[in-house]
């Protein structure tokens, strides 16, 4: 069984940098597709960023420019590095996967996922 484990969230300041790490077990050779998805208070689940097993990204326009995702097949660990926070940036962020290479992989395909961690907490604040 895949799961998946968020870490690397906190409470920062405006302006500032946070990198998130998303560890993966179980059939991580089968993932064809991860992402980071976030939500917060009130609102939908929101796309961030995609990577597919060929390294191809892909970015919600709101992050682009700010947040890179990236990932490490010997650690078996997806990333994404935030600079530049703003405040609106607060949520749960929640690192995603699935395994089907005849999806595609963007940021917004959350509705493709089959697993999921539990996510990460984000707060933006001064």
């Known amino acids: 069984e895949v799961q998946l484990v968020e870490s690397g969230g906190g409470l920062v300041q405006p302006g500032g940098s946070l990198r998130l790490s998303c560890v993966v077990s179980?059939?991580?050779?089968?993932?064809?597709?991860m992402g980071w998805f976030r939500q917060a208070p009130g609102k939908e689940r929101e796309g961030v960023a995609a990577i597919d097993s060929d390294g191809r990204l892909s970015y919600g326009d709101s992050v682009k420019g700010r947040f890179t995702i990236s990932k490490s097949n010997a650690k078996n660990t997806l990333y994404l590095q935030m600079n530049s926070l703003k405040p609106e940036d607060t949520a749960m962020y929640y690192c995603?996967?699935?395994?089907?290479?005849?999806?595609?992989?963007?940021?917004?395909?959350?509705?493709?996922?089959?697993?999921w961690g539990k996510g990460t907490l984000v707060t933006i604040s001064s």
């Open positions: 995603a996967a699935h395994g089907n290479p005849g999806l595609y992989c963007r940021y917004y395909n959350y509705h493709d996922m089959d697993y």
């Open positions: 179980g059939y991580t050779y089968s993932m064809t597709c």
